[in-house]
């Protein structure tokens, strides 16, 4: 019932996010090439620079509940595109904060680069997706698995911890 429902909320947000201007006037680099963003797109796909020559687009969808420091969990709404055999790309990431209290949940939305890393110290064979927020802030990276995304920390390391970290694939 709770996928149902942050699948819904989710869908709403991403209705409602559609068009509006973003926050601030000065527009977002979003990819080196000559692409600037100064809304929100209704389609991150549109987003994707097409080279023909690398094959179809996929899309990949995530989802999961990951801790937080700050509230009791965050649930995670990922959208993945990239071309097949590609290391770029782009994505869209709703959040929803679960709070106690779920009057006090706040939901929000961001876009922008996919980058993937392979290899890192703790994995020589590690395959990591860096998302880099066209807003500018920090990127978040997840550790590509058999069970789906792990969520790493801000120097690309596990979370120390027994607690799940991972976003599942939507089949």
Known sequence: MKKYLLVITVLALLASCGGKKAESDTPVVVEEDDIVVTEIPSDIRELLIIVPEMGEVIEEQYSGIIPSDHTASISYLLTLYYQQGG???VYGLATTTQEMDEKDNTSTYSYGKREVISGAPF???AIIYKLIPATGESP???LANEEGLTKLDDQMKPHNSSL????APIL
């Open 87 to 89: 290391d770029g790309g």
């Open 123 to 125: 994995d020589a064979n």
């Open 140 to 142: 978040i990276y997840f």
């Open 164 to 167: 799940n970290y991972t976003l």
